[in-house]
Structures are given as C-alpha cells and as structure tokens.
C-alpha cells in the first residue's frame, strides 16, 4: 500500500481526514487539524491502518459552509484501498 504526499487518508477504524506529509521507514507521516484544540496535529502511522479517501467533486471542503462546531465531512462511503 503506497500513499503519496497530498493525499487525504483516514484510520481504517474512523477518525478524521488526515494529509499524509511524506513517509519514511517508520510508516506514513500524516498531518490533520484538531478542532477542539485548534492545533495542527502530526503522527506517523503503519500504512496498513490507513486507508485512502476520494473527494467527489461537489465534496470539496470549503470553510464559509461549515460551521466551527461541525464535524469536518468524509466522502460518503467512496474509499479506494490500494
């Protein structure tokens, strides 16, 4: 399983949507924004727990239509495993 740089990912168990930053030998270094602290957060993760998340089109994520207290959206069930 390969992911690049750029890619949107989530934990195979849920969470939220994760920007994958690079890897290394260590596994997939992610990036995501915690809404309860308003920090950027970074992990590195196994590549076997993420899986890809594909946007459609009209699921761009466009900050003036979701409200601070919202849940960011996640593609309604169109995931790509590689």
Sequence with gaps: MSFEAGDIVQLKSGGP???????????????????????????????????????DDDEDLDDEEIEDDEPLPISSGRRRRQ
């Excluded at 030998?25 to 920090?39: N, P, Q, T």
């Excluded at 196994?46 to 998340?53: D, T």
Aim: with cysteine.
């Design 17 to 55: 949507a994760m920007t994958v930053s690079g890897s290394s030998a260590e596994g997939i270094h992610c990036l995501w924004f915690a809404e309860i602290s308003g920090e950027v957060k970074s992990a590195v993760i196994p590549p076997i727990c993420l899986e890809l998340i594909v946007l």
